[in-house]
């Protein structure tokens, strides 16, 4: 099926891309992975088609020590391999390296996955476990939208009309504090979609965890913050033992959503396997 007609602009700079998302029916392209085969369903039917390929520097991936900033037309490939993003915020590294196919990795963009938010997607719960803010640009400005607040249902987000996802920025692992992304996938541990998974970051003290945080994703309407899970966690020793007792009940109040890939049942069966796992991987990092 060929999509419907649409009008087509690259533009040369971020200001121009942000005038030209301004208007009525405008639909933004980064990568286009998950895009093209929407406009060729006709799920989406755009008056205007804003492409962001031809604005210089968007593909960046760095940081200051602090905090990793990935550019918008960084590719799934292109984070998976930045040695900044694999030392620093391990879980999205994991993820990206996990998206699809090769194709896909090389041709879709992490921004562009958060922006499309789609419930099954890998990289929206590491951005959620290590706490990472959207950075969005608009005629009004330029501001960030912290990931808790950003995705809000399947396909739904915060950001509102005109708004332009230019970065991801992810706060950099200090001494003690680990992450990891784990994922039980349609066709097993490796790529495709998960059936569930879930990110973690821990962060060690001498005496055991001061802090964490872990993020369910395929499983639900949307990328998820357990935080019950964390709260059970935090002031254990991080133990084996205690791990499997904080995510006991980590599917309580969330609502799963069955599908052709994994009932209700068996995908709340998987939530607190899948984040018993990240939650113990990240830990181990944490002490390494």
């Not at 938010?117 to 009004?140: H, W």
């Not at 821990?202 to 499983?219: K, N, Y």
């Not at 935080?227 to 007792?245: F, K, N, P, Y």
Request: charged share 20%.
């Amino acid at each position: 099926m060929y999509p419907r007609a649409f009008d087509y602009t690259a533009p040369e700079t971020l200001g121009a891309v942000v005038e030209a998302a301004a208007r009525p029916g405008a639909r933004l392209l980064a990568g286009g992975a998950s895009l093209v085969p929407m406009l060729k369903l006709r799920l989406v039917a755009p008056e205007l088609l804003v492409d962001l390929r031809r604005v210089p520097g968007l593909d960046e991936i760095t940081t200051d020590g602090a905090t990793v900033r990935i550019g918008a037309m960084a590719t799934h490939a292109a984070v998976a391999a930045a040695a900044p993003v694999r030392e620093g915020a391990a879980a999205l590294a994991a993820a990206a390296a996990l998206v699809g196919d090769v194709a896909v990795r090389y041709q879709g963009t992490v921004c562009g996955a958060l922006a499309h938010a789609d419930s099954v997607a890998d990289e929206p719960g590491p951005a959620l476990a290590l706490a990472a803010r959207l950075v969005v640009r608009s005629a009004a400005g330029e501001r960030t939208i912290p990931a808790e607040e950003f995705f809000v249902d399947a396909f739904t987000t915060s950001a509102e009309p005109g708004d332009v996802v230019t970065a991801v920025e992810v706060p950099v692992a200090r001494p003690g504090q680990g992450s990891a992304y784990h994922k039980i996938g349609r066709r097993g541990p490796g790529a495709d979609y998960p059936v569930a998974g879930a990110a973690a970051w821990v962060e060690m003290g001498d005496a055991g965890v001061t802090g964490a945080r872990v993020a369910l994703t395929g499983a639900s309407t949307k990328a998820t913050l357990l935080a019950a899970v964390a709260e059970a966690l935090v002031g254990t020793d991080g133990s084996d033992a205690a791990i499997e007792s904080a995510v006991a009940g980590a599917a309580d109040g969330v609502p799963i959503l069955g599908d052709v890939h994994g009932s209700e049942d068996y995908k709340r069966y998987l939530v607190p396997i899948v984040a018993a796992r990240a939650l113990r991987m990240a830990r181990d990092a944490a002490r390494a």
